[in-house]
DNA sequence: TTGAAAGCGGTACCAA
DNA sequence: TTGGTACCGCTTTCAA
């Protein structure tokens, strides 16, 4: 049966102490220009009256206008258009402070980007949300705009060797790590499976590997895995590569697509007749997949959330920025396993994107 | 390339218009005294701008304190802790409104839960977070104090005939179709299976034994449900039950134990030898099933997120309380599965609980 | 029916 | 080293 504290401003305690407010908000922003002597007496009562600013003032006289740019590829859209989704959602719910937020669209991971966040120097803002497609050929872009005083913020995969600020993605090893430990609990006997991935570079995918990998060996011994497949995000690559996969000579009875591309491998799946047939984990959630769960031909897929990692970047971006200590956001969020069962509480918002969900 | 719209104030607007803001602010809030033709004016360059009120400024001129009261159990701790420590983050977190949260215990769902509130109709407040654990006997109260001009918020279960503003909770049906589909995957052979709930008169066990039975059924009809039995959310009734389904005529290889209460029930199993021998789904998390999880003693738990709970319930609360239009709250998260592989990303959380963590 | 002006609790600048 | 004060955007009262 308690309660929060009462909370006293900036006038009680220089009511309190007979001097002017000026001298207490200079204490309490540890300005210079007073005695220690004052400087103790005020925080001492401040203590004692338990001061909280009245942060609807404070945020009303600053004012600020924080200015964010957010660098995401057009293409995958089914993970990338949620993804902007998440950011504009909670830049639109932004209390007591200004924030400008300018999105810029690159082609595809990889194409482009590296001269777009180049262009971002010329115009200055607070903080750029992006991903690194490859990180090696962006850290030294990246710590050019830090060096710049912009505050990069990676989304959905890692840029570990340069000088971001921090990283809101799904965690990528444990994908991997659920999506074996879900073939191991369907494929009781010895079997192959394999994995078709989109680009290895990209810290994600090779995280979502190494979790499978390292499951897979662990938990499911009798499972083993086939040469990882690079689908390189291109459509027709995928399938080409997929329908050589399913006529190769070990054929595999599981399959894990860890990109959220996975459109031209289930067609090729289907197309030589296994939908159905071998036990397949997606990555991310659109139409095309919905059926597919519905009927079981997917067992499950694996949802990374990019709604919610659009509005946790943008928070955390936010707080950076506002926040003395500058804590480096590192967040991993829990992807969602999305069975039969559960689809339905995610299909709702596939076409409304501007949908506010907490899922 | 485009950005969020520019926000205009309500300056802007007057002095567009050549007026005064006073009549603006009338115009805004409906308020009598302005003349239909200069009304439309306003409402019309409000839009065209973009008006958007800045909440700070608002917030500082009506300095009105939100008091808010979480009337919850003290059982199940494991649930309802990380459910009050969501709700002080949401209120520690709070920009430009201050915010008046007390807490308040009583000893477990159906008891005393009703005098709790009855004795919240004295010192008025804001609005009530709180958990029905019998609806039919707290609509009365609820009704009451909706009456009183209190916003009355169901967290966790519902209480659908009474004039509660809405609810927050876990999605309970689909909580019982996926241990359904879960078991179903598991057990491919005719069996039995069983579950062990709380109270079927909380709403939220009523709903998560629908969707155990109606997904069973239809994924599975090779499995039979054995009758439901309810421990009362007692810790000596839910063992002696246990210990006699267990060694009842028709064994079950399949439980769900949808109450967090999942203990005692564990004992039983252990005290049987069926520890590994059967399928056990349980529900929420905390120390003690880790290493039963790790062992794949137990196959998943159904984590109802208590943290995100009381998070999304006081920020539902508060935007209730300040939004002009008062739409409903009605949030189902979605729960989360939670296996052997992805057991690390929700363990760390158990002692912290004041942990921010998105999950 | 409308306009003018006083604050809400801080911040920041200028004067003492 | 201090005190005084204008101002942030909005609400509300009083006067016109």
Redesign the interface.
């Known amino acids: 049966?308690?309660?929060?504290p009462r909370?006293a401003g900036i006038k009680d305690i220089a009511r309190a102490l007979g001097i002017s407010i000026g001298t207490v908000d200079r204490v309490l922003h540890n300005r210079t220009g007073v005695s220690l002597k004052t400087k103790a007496r005020v925080l001492e009562t401040a203590e004692k009256l338990g001061y909280k600013p009245?942060?609807?003032?404070q945020?009303?006289k600053l004012n600020r206008t924080i200015e964010i740019a957010v660098v995401l590829p057009k293409q995958i859209s089914h993970f990338f258009d949620p993804l902007r989704a998440g950011i504009?959602s909670a830049?639109?719910a932004t209390?007591?402070?200004?924030v400008?937020?300018?999105?810029?669209?690159y082609p595809r991971l990889g194409q482009g980007d590296g001269e777009l966040l180049e262009s971002r120097l010329k115009e200055k803002c607070d903080g750029i949300i992006f991903t690194p497609g490859n990180p090696r050929k962006l850290d030294s872009i990246i710590n050019r705009l830090t060096a710049h005083g912009t505050a990069m913020l990676c989304v959905a995969s890692d840029a570990p060797s340069s000088e971001r600020i921090g990283l809101v993605s799904a965690?990528a090893y444990?994908s991997g790590?659920?999506a074996?430990?879900?073939l191991a609990?369907?494929l009781a006997r010895k079997a192959h499976v394999a994995t078709i991935t989109g680009e290895l570079t990209t810290l994600d995918h090779a995280d979502k590997l190494r979790?499978f990998a390292a499951?897979l060996a662990m938990?499911a011994p009798h499972l083993s895995l086939l040469p990882a497949v690079e689908s390189h995000e291109r459509p027709k690559e995928a399938y080409r590569q997929t329908i050589a996969l399913l006529r190769g000579e070990t054929k595999p009875q599981g399959l894990y697509i860890s990109t959220a591309n996975s459109v031209p491998v289930l067609q090729a799946l289907e197309e030589e007749g296994l939908l159905g047939k071998i036990q397949v984990v997606t990555t991310d959630l659109f139409q095309e997949l919905v059926p597919l769960i519905e009927t079981g031909k997917i067992l499950a897929t694996l949802y990374q959330r990019p709604f919610?990692q659009g509005k946790?970047a943008f928070e955390s971006l936010v707080a950076y920025l506002l926040e003395e200590k500058k804590a480096s956001p590192m967040?991993?969020?829990?992807?969602?396993?999305i069975?039969?069962?559960?689809l339905?509480?995610?299909t709702d918002r596939l076409d409304d994107l501007t949908d506010t969900?907490?899922?």
Request: aromatic residues 6%.
């Open positions: 049966m308690n309660s929060t909370s009245n942060l609807a003032a945020a009303l504009r830049a639109e209390v007591g402070m200004r400008k937020v300018t999105f810029h669209e965690h444990t790590a659920l074996a430990e879900l609990h369907k979790g499951t938990l919610t946790v967040i991993r969020l829990a992807p969602h396993i069975f039969r069962s559960n339905p509480l995610f969900s907490q899922s």
